[in-house]
């Protein structure tokens, strides 16, 4: 007598509450990544105990604003080119261009703070809108593309920040004036607008439309008259103004300077945007809300990089309540049978 | 034999039966009746819920289509599933060795030469799947299914897009498998091609095994009677096309189209076409003859290569899909799934996505009025009394025949200047089929010009003013009411000369 | 000054970063043919190493590291292969989410080794190594799918997933074995990494870009082992020269980014170049992969 386990695929009104499952995905993302702290120097206990003082202490929360802002920008643009099936991991290089510009025209040329944000999103789009033209017209996989762009990005950075504009030191600029900046809680509310916005117009326009029919069937929303490349070309604008203007507003609100990065860490937001839009299921207003949980993740494990746990445990645990969560609203869709079998 | 789908459709309800060696078992049933279901458990496919198979006395399971085949059960589908990118001889040896028989390529390609002589069965055994008509890869399915040695072949609708004289020899195949010992079962809703064939016929009615006749006590009306009921069994199955309204201006004009197929071949040669307002137009032909590269190009999703597309007075020949939806062309494309509707969304999305290009939509500029579309929905469901478990349902949640209701529906609510159908009515059951087949000629009638391609001549002889027949790219044929029949199956396989 | 290019130097410096690109793309190459794409293969890549090198420093020994690189890839494998195969997550967030995964767990393994230098191979033995190695498995690799039954088994799912698997093709299992396999290649690329690049030493994000590249190798190479082996040593080769550009070109911090993002920039053209010439050739990946 062998028993299987079989995974039975319910009907569409018979199923699990999403929601629920992915709570239950949470939890226990969160405990396997308090195990896998035990793998560094901190320990099962530390890595708990930061983890609780962050969940636990509401007044910590502020703490994660300048990283809210940075996930959340990139995070809702990416969600809306993963809902039109463009998979571009773009948004880390977009923003650190728009890094890079806005600290040119406010730190370099004396421009205004509107003007320094507005070119640092244009930066955005125009990176956004060469992966796309290199996907559609050049059939280039924007995966491996944006990624590449990325790296670009990173090296014409560490070439600025190493060289004309260096402050000494080779590994930071000068500081941007004081007037030149903004509070994190001003730069949080843009973003927060601004990630409103597009979700108003993903809802209540022709985009939603577009970017939902041609990411599902692409057959279907071009015979009805939906633009494939139009559509996509939009989409990555739109997450390259985002992620843009994330990078402008972090340097003016967080950072205020430029400083050289390494390839493999980066500026991170932009990576941890991709998780933030899948956590959310893609659901742009809801990566405000997934952008704020893996910031206060975020926020945990910088408190244990003094007890020098590697700043890329970050990421891993953000990637293991991504899989978890993920995975736990996709069993929301099944129900496990236990099947007898006489043979 | 048991199977309930998910959603409480009963696809198979104790349906039990037994097939014998050396007979052909005809399996009848209109569209929706649970045969494809049955028979894919029987193949190993599908899993049912409740019941036994036994092969030749001894309770067997099949988990895999793999454990059917070693049992010599072959299944061939109706749509044939072979890897396109391989070449027959690949395919076969393939599944041989799937089956459990060590053969290698070499083998492969002899077993092929020699089945295919053997049996009439032509077929290059070095093609690759992807140059072959639908008429050659239903042979190499069947082909496949002798090579490995199946003892049972299940033919799941096996005609439906073979030309009548192709249709013909696979029917005197059939008796000759089982004539050899083997057992054919012919799947079908034909009662033309199970009257005289089969041995015994088994009749399905929603998911219920009605019946078993014997050939000689089965007539038609009997069988008709098992496969509807009472209530249809004296009445004729359609409706001709009565006369026409005055037909009015021409509409849409295409004048020597020639369009590429996928792999670089011309699939549409100098097609002259045009329809005027208040006329339906069929164009029949065997599946694979250039019909879904031509409604491509009318759409505008396939580049025209030579040639123009005039539509109400436009050359609309570079120009895309929205363009020509904003003139008032709507569009029943040839799948639902992913091509006329997004499987995953519900209706109103549905009808968004629909009426995107069109004049009625429910669209201010940019702005999506979604209260409108829900209205258009429930209209739609009204009217063609779509059956669904709500407009915020998926779609992919409706049976077929409400699927292609709701399509319908929603292209003729577009009032459309213009309407292009593809097999409208395929997979549909009587009802459905009918209740298409009655809104494309009421449009036509409102003053739309219609234009229906169709795999059925029966259902283009019943709605069609005009008929034209596409074999190889070309129009070779047309001819209006009263249609010779004849001349129409004639043209439909001719050989074609040229290139 | 410009230092004399010697060529044949050249070509054997290219041999051990041509091997772990290859071996690395040979494994995605496999579970590409059988349908599916790992996006993970950079995550997978760090987890490997950083697992070799802790427990290679640990024990001394370079085969037991070698299996605990393995080990770790695999448990990269097995996630992929649950989410994706069996409850039919999307293969791009787990994908993305396995990058992330392995490489930050690559790095506490990493860290676990203290930064020390573990056993290595010698510069001509690794050469040596690299090169049976990517040979072999090119050629292991091309009799296997072109040239054996079950190859055809793989092709089919990467083909037609519905046709294969209604001729009996058990579609878990196949895509199973293709993870497994990866890892394997996966490993061994990992482990010459450590041992024959980084000299035994492992340092935290040294081997990053080389999983994003790998993947770039597949479509390059068309999706045919050869094809993949020749372009990962021709990158290979690209980054013997990257480290001789700086004496080459005229001093400037300016050219120093165009030698820093060299094979990035490469890349991309050279993936531009490659799908123009596909079109005009009419050739296309399996098609279940990277659809248009």
């Known amino acids: 007598m062998k028993l299987r386990v079989k995974l039975v695929e319910r009907a569409p009104t018979e199923r699990g509450n999403p929601l629920l499952y992915g709570l239950a995905g949470l939890a226990v993302g969160i405990v396997v990544s308090v195990l896998l702290g035990g793998l560094t120097p901190a320990g099962v206990g530390g890595t708990a105990s930061a983890l609780m003082t962050v969940f636990g202490e509401p007044s910590r929360w502020l703490s994660a604003l300048p990283y809210f802002t940075a996930i959340a920008a990139s995070a809702a643009g990416l969600a809306l080119a993963y809902r039109a099936g463009f998979i571009t991991i773009g948004a880390e290089g977009q923003m650190v261009a728009g890094m890079i510009v806005a600290y040119w025209l406010l730190g370099r040329v004396g421009a205004g703070l509107a003007a320094g944000l507005f070119a640092a999103a244009l930066a955005g789009v125009l990176l956004g809108a060469l992966v796309a033209a290199l996907r559609l017209y050049l059939l280039v996989n924007e995966t491996l593309a944006s990624l590449m762009l990325n790296y670009v990005v990173v090296s014409v950075l560490n070439y600025l920040v190493g060289g004309p504009w260096s402050a000494g030191g080779f590994t930071r600029t000068a500081p941007l004036p004081p007037d030149r900046t903004l509070g994190v809680a001003t730069a949080a509310t843009i973003v927060l607008a601004t990630v409103l916005l597009v979700e108003a117009a993903y809802r209540f326009t022709r985009l939603g439309v577009a970017v939902d029919s041609v990411g599902l069937s692409r057959r279907a929303a071009e015979t009805y008259g939906v633009g494939f490349h139009k559509t996509i070309m939009a989409a990555a604008a739109i997450g390259g103004a985002l992620a843009g203007l994330g990078g402008g507003l972090y340097l003016v609100a967080v950072q205020q300077q430029l400083t050289s990065l390494n390839t493999f860490q980066s500026l991170g937001y932009g990576y941890m945007g991709i998780l933030a839009a899948w956590l959310a299921g893609n659901v742009i207003a809801a990566t405000l809300a997934s952008s704020w949980l893996l910031g206060l993740l975020y926020l945990a494990s910088t408190s244990l990089q003094i007890s020098r746990v590697p700043w890329s445990f970050a990421l891993a645990v953000q990637a293991i309540i991504v899989v978890f969560v993920v995975s736990a609203v996709t069993l929301s869709r099944y129900r496990i049978v236990l099947v007898r079998e006489s043979q | 034999m048991t199977k309930v789908y998910p959603g409480g459709v009963v696809a198979n309800d104790c349906v039990s039966l037994a097939i014998y060696s050396g007979e052909v078992l005809g399996l009848l049933g209109e569209n929706g009746a649970g045969k494809t279901t049955f028979v894919s458990i029987l193949a190993g496919v599908l899993e049912p819920d409740s019941g036994v198979i036994r092969v030749k006395g001894r309770p067997v399971r099949f988990r895999l289509p793999r454990d059917a085949l070693r049992n010599g059960i072959a299944l061939v589908p109706q749509n044939p599933m072979l890897v396109d990118a391989f070449t027959v001889a690949e395919n076969v040896m393939l599944a041989a060795r799937l089956a459990g028989l060590r053969i290698g390529l070499g083998e492969a390609r002899e077993r092929v030469r020699e089945l295919s002589e053997r049996y009439g069965l032509l077929v290059d055994p070095d093609a690759r799947v992807w140059g072959l008509s639908m008429g050659e890869r239903q042979r190499a399915e069947i082909v496949k299914a002798l090579a490995v040695d199946a003892s049972v072949l299940l033919l799941d609708e096996p005609t439906a897009h073979l030309s009548p004289p192709e249709a013909e020899a696979l029917l005197r195949l059939s008796r000759r498998l089982a004539s050899e010992g083997r057992s054919v079962v012919l799947i079908t809703h034909r009662l033309r091609e199970v009257l005289g064939v089969a041995d015994r016929i088994a009749v399905m009615r929603s998911g219920r095994l009605v019946g078993v006749v014997e050939a000689s006590e089965a007539s038609r009306e009997k069988l008709l009677e098992m496969m509807f009921g009472e209530r249809l069994a004296k009445q004729p199955l359609s409706e001709p096309r009565r006369s026409r309204a005055a037909a009015g201006g021409v509409v849409l004009e295409v004048k020597g189209l020639w369009v590429l197929g996928d792999h670089g071949e011309w699939s549409v040669k100098g097609v002259d076409l045009s329809i005027r307002a208040g006329e339906v137009v069929g164009i029949a032909g065997v599946a694979g003859n250039g019909q879904r590269e031509l409604l491509e190009a009318l759409v505008g999703i396939r580049r025209v290569a030579r040639g123009t597309i005039r539509f109400a007075g436009i050359d609309v020949t570079g120009k895309g899909p929205g363009a020509r939806g904003r003139l008032g062309m709507a569009v029943v494309p040839e799948q639902r799934l992913g091509w006329a509707l997004v499987p995953s969304k519900d209706l109103v999305f549905n009808v968004a996505l629909g009426f995107y290009s069109s004049p009625r939509g429910p669209y201010r500029g940019v702005v999506v009025d979604w209260g409108g579309a829900r209205r258009i929905a429930e209209k739609i469901v009204e009217t063609m009394k779509v059956k669904t478990p709500g407009l915020d349902a998926p779609v992919e949640a409706m049976s077929g025949g409400n699927m292609q209701r709701f399509i319908v529906g929603r292209e003729v609510l577009k009032k459309p200047r213009l309407l292009l159908a593809m097999n409208p009515t395929s997979g549909l059951d009587y009802a459905a089929a009918k209740a298409v087949d009655k809104i494309l000629v009421d449009v036509a009638s409102a003053g739309a010009a219609v234009l229906v391609i169709s795999e059925d001549l029966e259902e283009l002889l019943n709605v069609a003013d005009r008929i034209l027949v596409m074999n190889k790219g070309r129009i070779v044929y047309e001819a209006e009411r009263p249609f010779d029949v004849e001349k129409i199956a004639a043209a439909m396989v001719e050989e074609v000369e040229g290139t | ?292």
Do not use: C
Request: charged share 10%; net charge positive; glycine share 12%.
């Open chain 3, 1 to 292: 000054m410009v230092a004399s290019l010697d060529l044949a130097a050249l070509l054997g410096q290219a041999v051990i970063p041509a091997a772990v690109l290859g071996l690395a793309a040979l494994g995605e190459l496999l579970v590409e043919r059988s349908g599916r794409i790992n996006l993970g293969l950079e995550g997978m890549l760090h987890i490997s190493y950083g697992a070799a090198a802790a427990v290679s420093i640990a024990t001394g020994s370079m085969a037991v590291g070698f299996l605990a690189g393995l080990a770790a890839a695999l448990l990269l494998a097995a996630i992929y292969f649950f989410t994706v195969e069996v409850l039919g997550v999307n293969q791009a967030v787990i994908g993305l989410s396995l990058v992330f995964l392995g490489s930050g767990v690559g790095v506490i393994l990493g860290n676990l080794g203290g930064g020390a230098a573990g056993p290595a191979l010698g510069i001509t033995t690794a050469r040596v190594v690299a090169a049976v190695l990517l040979v072999a498995t090119t050629l292991g690799l091309y009799l296997f799918l072109q040239r054996s039954w079950v190859g055809y088994v793989v092709r089919s799912l990467g083909e037609n997933e519905k046709a294969a698997s209604m001729m009996g093709v058990d579609v878990r299992i196949v895509r199973a074995a293709m993870l497994a396999l990866q890892a394997v290649l996966v490993a061994a690329a990992a482990s010459l990494f450590l041992y024959g690049y980084t000299s035994g030493r492992w340092t935290a994000g040294r081997i990053t870009g080389q999983g994003w590249l790998a993947l770039g190798m597949v479509i390059l190479g068309f999706w045919h082992p050869l094809g993949v082996a020749i372009a990962s040593y021709l990158l290979g080769l690209l980054y013997s020269v990257q480290s001789l550009l700086p004496s080459l070109l005229p001093p400037g911090a300016v050219y120093a980014v165009l030698v820093d993002a060299a094979p990035y920039i490469a890349v991309i053209a050279a993936m531009a170049i490659a799908s123009i010439i596909y079109r005009k050739t009419g050739h296309r990946p399996p098609a279940s992969i990277w659809q248009a």
